[in-house]
């Protein structure tokens, strides 16, 4: 343990030393370097991202956790610190920022999604009421449902006739998902639910919905979906993005369920663990956009 730590500061002893070298040679801080040499999305963010939390500078660590509507001055903080005439690299400022944006974003979303998360299904509550029966408008918009408490909501992969029970470990996070997809993308959302009624297919759609809920959100949290919502994000992510995700994962996951051909849904958790790495494995790719037609990054600005 001692070496370890001992190794630590030693690596980060030569960091310092090496990025001093550096601003001598270039004649241009770290910050700066990375803005001129790396294009715009998770490449660059991700390192203005480790360059500033792992900063000496006070100003620069806290510049990760400041209010949207600080940055601005962050960065006009940030130039002045660094002694960079904004004047003379205003093209350096307007990146910082972007790039801020993305940071303070992601750390802000991932506070909305576990505020939705840790609100419970409540019965008693007009509007979370309104959102399952619209879930169910949306799903089936042919067959009207005959109670509140009824044994259809079985047809959309419930696992009784009161759906609010199946919502505990995701809270509200898992209705507002299957909702926007749902709603948002229909004619998909129905196709796959038709599909996971098929024999040769059958799964809970509600369920594994509740499912890859669990999986987004555990993406989110780790900082595996930094590397997608800085490439499809030009400013802040936002639950937008995140519903987006979702609803990529439920279309690549119902494909891979259809391709790994399990014997029943006992297999559930294999299949989707195996799946859970194969989009791990893609995330680790700095230039990874999992859903392409969502993409924003003709927003950013090159230097």
Known sequence: MLIQVC????C???WRCLKFVMRKLTGRCELQRICYSTKPGASRTMKIET?????????LQTSVSVHPDAIEKTIEDIMELKKINPDINPQLGISLQACLLQIVGYRNLIADVEKLRREPYDSDNP????????????LKPNTPLESRISKQWCEIGFQGDDP???????????????QYFA???????????????????????AIVGINITDLAYNLLISGALKTHFYNIAPEAPTLSHFQQTFCYLMHEFHKFWIEEDPMDIMEFNRVR??????????????????CPHFAASEGLINM
């Open 273 to 290: 663990e195996k799946f859970r790495k194969r989009i791990v494995k893609q995330l680790q790719n700095p230039d990874m956009a999992l």
């Open 183 to 205: 709603e948002r993308d229909a004619a998909a959302a129905q196709q796959v639910l038709s599909d996971s009624l098929h024999p040769k297919c059958r799964y809970s759609f």
């Open 7 to 10: 190794l630590y500061f030693y």
């Open 127 to 138: 509007q979370h009421e309104e959102l399952l029966l619209k879930l169910w408008k949306f």
């Open 12 to 14: 980060k002893f030569l």
């Open 51 to 59: 360059s500033l939390r792992d900063s000496k500078s006070k100003l």
């Open 164 to 178: 609010k029970t199946d919502f505990r470990g995701m809270g509200l996070l898992g209705l507002y998902n299957l």
